[in-house]
Every structure is written in C-alpha cells, then in structure tokens.
C-alpha cells in the first residue's frame, strides 16, 4: 500500500506534518514544478528562481534521508502544468491507496485540493499545518469573541502561548508588551548598515536560474547576483548572522530609509520562512535567546518577535477568515489603473524610485518601503486596490497570497473598510522626510505644499481625506488631521485638490499583461 504525499514549494520543511508517522517504505513524496504556478500572476524572476532550486534541495535531503521522491520538473516534456494534473500523473505510475496533503497557504490552491477526493476516487487526508503558532481554527475562535480584530490583542496572546519574551510570573519582559514607541528612529548619518549573508549559487541553483533566464525572460525583476539561502542549514546561518550583527539596531531603526541601502537591519529572511526553510518558532526563538543573553536590548527583540508571531500569524488568520470575499473588496472606490513607473522605476519622486529599483534588483524592499512609500502612494491616489495587490504578489520573493493579500487590500489600501485596520496608513511628504535621507535629494521640494514643484506627496494627502471625509470624518484616530482639514480657508483646500489633480493627471497607467496576461480578469 503507497501513500501519495504532494509538498508544495512553500512547504520545504523536514518537519511537514504530511511525512509524520508514516513509513519511508510506503510512501512517494511528489514534488512539482508547474507552469501554472509561474503564470498565475508574473512572478518576478528572482522568486521563481529560489522556489524551484529550494525545492530541488530539498528533494535531493529528502532521498539523502531514505524517502522516494518522485520530482516534476518544468522542463519536463510530460509536465501537464498544473497541480491536479501532475497529481493525476502521479497517481497512475504509483497506483497510491490515499493521497496525504499539508492545507495549502492559498485559498485557489485548497479549493483545488477539495476537488481530489471525488477527481480521484482516492481518500485525501489534509492535514493541519502546524508550522504556524496559531492554527486557522484557533483564529476564528479567537475572531468570533470579538466585535472587532485588534492585532495587539491576539499578540498578547501568542506571547502567552510561546512563552517568549515572557517573565516567571506571566508578565511581558520589561513591563510593557509593545515596545513600538521605541522602534521610530530616523536614519543617522554615518551608521554602518551590515549586509545581510549572501550565498554563491551552486550547480542547482545555477541550472535553475538558466532555466528561468529562458522560459521567463519577459517577466520584471533582475536575476543577477541571486544570493538567498535556498536550504535550511543556509537559512539557519543567515538566521545567525542576522542575529549577531543587525538584531541589535533594528528595533531602533526598522522604519529608517536610506538611499542606496537596500537592507538596513532588515533580515531578509522572510523569503525562507515563507518557503517553510525556518519555522517562525525557531527565529523568534533565536531573538529571545539573543535578549535572555544580553547581546540584543529589548526593543530589538520585541519589535522582531511582534512581527513574526504577532503580525505573521494575525495576517494569515485574517486571510483565511475574510477569503474569497476580502480579494474583491475595495471599500475606497478605488478605480485608478496602477501607474507605470511600479514597473519601470521611472518617476522623479526618489523615494518611489528608490522603493521600486530596490524591488525590481532584489525582489525585495523593507516594510516600510511596501507600507509607507509603495502602498501610500497607491491608496492616496487611488488605484484600484487588486491592482496592487497583484502587483505585489509579482514582485516580492516573499510574497505568497495568504501573507501578501491582508497587507494590501487591508492595512496597506483600507480596501477592506477597516475589518484589518481602524485607520488608513495615509501620510504626507513630511512623514517620509522624517524617516529618510530621500527628500533632500529628490527634485521636489518636501517643504512646498502644492504646485508643480511641490512634493506630490503632500497635496495627495489632503485631497485623499477631502475625497474620503464621510468614511473617515467621524474616525477618532483621525479627529486632528480633519481639525487642521476644517480650519484652512476654503481657497487653501481647493489649491491641495487641484495641485494633486494636477499631478495625477501626469501619471502614466501601465501597460496591461505585466501582471497577468492581458485580458484576464486581475482576480
């Protein structure tokens, strides 16, 4: 009697909750690469590259270690592109009694799993996947008690739960939970910013990127100069080496910008946690032991710890809670196409320039980059949030829908209407002044309000609350920026409104295909 275990690509752990308790002997592990996977949206060349040479790594341990492994290559000229298809295949050649599955992180893919069962004729057992500190289950019943979500809140909780960061008595180190206040530093001159660990491409990851440089050349992105950790002992030393030597500062400075400096104290790990080569467990861990051994301050280890286990988790029980109804929500009747320059970097604003080269070379830019430069600019003017979305799902190595939709639609666009956020992450050219060495270098001017000269920021702000004031009017969070709105003379407001008219008429809409094929509905 076989058993048919499907790993899909973000499921690359040794610990997978599908390969528990059954025997190596008995059992075909099936790992695909699938055309539908790359095209779905045009995932940018630098994400395709890591998932397939982490998942030939991976197939290469998994026989090292005595399981069967069966691996579908791209390339492949029986290759059916797609998962169902491949499982079909597979299931002829092994003739498997039952078909074992980890739950998809994404809502198509599960769907597309429900239908295996009656396609079949097979039992398939779809297993909880316990790489995550909080489960889908445990989510909604934590939702269901609450009229509204507070992240902060559910936070507290998966403290509790770990442990981490957590005094004898059930009290948060230090006193307070949430040490955010102490994390909004702007960049001093002369920091020496570490580079994260890169590691050279071996033979694997080499064939891979030649493969992706011909079947994907159309797509955005830059492959060059590839350097992420593709298996988990190299995820675990760039684990280490974050740790020791930008940890320390990144409390301090996780929401600096800095022209040129693409990582900062960033870790970069996200692309092998999301690929399921660390376990959120083992990198909060590894901050709080920093802390326990005093090479790390507090507000350090907090502000990292809050973002793993704290707003990781929290977005993906958002995602499976609000799924498929929040992929269409657009509660600001946003309806702009998504301007070129995302795609081309070409504008004149240095900070969106900066955010976009960044992404565009390395697949990667910090959240404060995606949150307060990428995603403000899009909300403030307008552009359709499912744009942005995909967009985002194309560009970033990490991004996976289940982690990349909430941030969007929700915190990054309000498309949501609030469900994920009770504010709009909205601000003006002085916010991103504040927190960055762009303004001082940028053709516009920061310090001018309106006008051509004007940072487009600033105009944009103001215009984006006038065009919003029943929705947001009555919000407390918003109550001063309203009172400012309110007290200016009425030819003050209608020069904000028409300076930021003014320069949206200027933006270029992108050309359509570059996200999904032309066509195509984007959702």
């Known amino acids: 009697m076989t058993i048919l275990v ?10 997978i909750a599908s390969l528990h308790g059954v025997p190596k002997d008995g059992t075909v592990v099936l790992l695909m690469e699938v055309a539908d996977e790359t095209t779905y949206v045009r995932h940018h060349k630098r994400k395709i590259a890591l998932i397939f040479s982490a998942m030939r790594h991976f197939a290469d341990e998994l026989r090292a270690a005595g399981w069967s492994v069966d691996y579908i290559r791209l390339d492949d000229p029986e290759n059916s592109g797609s998962f169902s298809g491949e499982v079909a295949r597979a299931v002829d050649r092994h003739r498997p009694s039952a078909i074992r599955i980890v739950e998809p992180g994404e809502w198509r893919v599960r769907t597309m799993i429900d239908g295996w069962a009656e396609r079949f004729g097979l039992r398939v057992d779809v297993l909880i996947d316990d790489r995550f500190i909080c489960g889908i289950l445990e989510f909604q019943t934590w939702a269901q008690a609450r009229s509204e979500l507070v992240m902060e809140y559910f936070y507290r909780e998966m403290r509790r739960k770990t442990g981490l960061l957590m005094t004898p008595d059930d009290k948060p180190e230090g006193g307070r939970w949430n040490l955010d206040k102490d994390n909004r530093a702007p960049p001093k001159r002369g920091l020496n910013y570490p580079e994260p660990m890169h590691f050279a491409p071996d033979e694997t990851t080499q064939a891979v990127m030649a493969l992706v440089a011909d079947r994907f050349a159309e797509h955005f992105g830059r492959l060059e100069q590839f350097a992420l950790p593709v298996t988990a002992a190299q995820a675990r030393e760039a684990l280490a080496h974050f740790v020791t030597t930008a940890l320390p500062d990144f409390g301090t400075y996780q929401d600096a910008m800095v022209t040129g400096q693409d990582w900062l104290y960033h870790s970069w790990l996200s692309p092998a946690l999301n690929l399921g080569l660390l376990t959120p467990l083992e990198v909060a861990q590894a901050a709080a032991d920093a802390y326990a051994a005093g090479s790390v301050p507090l507000n350090a280890a907090e502000g990292f710890i809050r973002q793993i286990i704290g707003w990781r988790e929290y977005v993906r029980g958002y995602y499976w809670l609000e799924m ?11 309806t702009r196409p998504l301007p070129d320059f995302y795609w081309t970097g070409d504008t004149q604003m240095l900070c969106l320039a900066e955010a976009v080269r960044n992404t565009r070379d390395n697949a990667y830019a910090h959240h404060i980059q995606r949150l307060m430069v990428l995603g403000n600019f899009a909300m403030l003017a307008g552009v359709r949030p499912q744009d942005v ?41 002085a916010y991103i002044d504040r927190m960055s060495d762009h303004c001082g270098k940028c053709r516009y001017d920061v310090k001018k309000k309106v006008g051509p000269d004007a940072c ?28 400012t709105w309110n007290r200016m003379k009425p030819e003050v407001r209608d020069s904000y409104r028409a300076s930021a008219q003014a320069f949206l008429a200027t933006l270029v809409p992108a050309a359509k295909g570059w996200a999904r094929d032309s066509g195509s509905d984007a959702r």
């Open 456 to 483: 487009p920021f600033n105009a944009l702000y103001w215009d984006f609350l006038a065009r919003h004031e029943r929705l947001f009017g009555r919000n407390h969070r918003m109550a001063n920026m309203y009172a």
């Open 389 to 429: 979305a995909d967009w985002f799902l194309v560009v970033y190595a990490d991004a996976y829908e289940w982690v990349e939709l909430p941030n969007v639609i929700g915190m990054s666009q309000h498309a949501d209407g609030g469900r994920l956020a009770t504010k709009p992450y909205a601000g003006g050219g």
């Open 6 to 15: 499907p790993i899909l690509g973000d499921q690359l752990s040794h610990t």
């Open 324 to 334: 498929p109804d929040v992929a269409a929500a657009n509660a600001l009747e946003a």
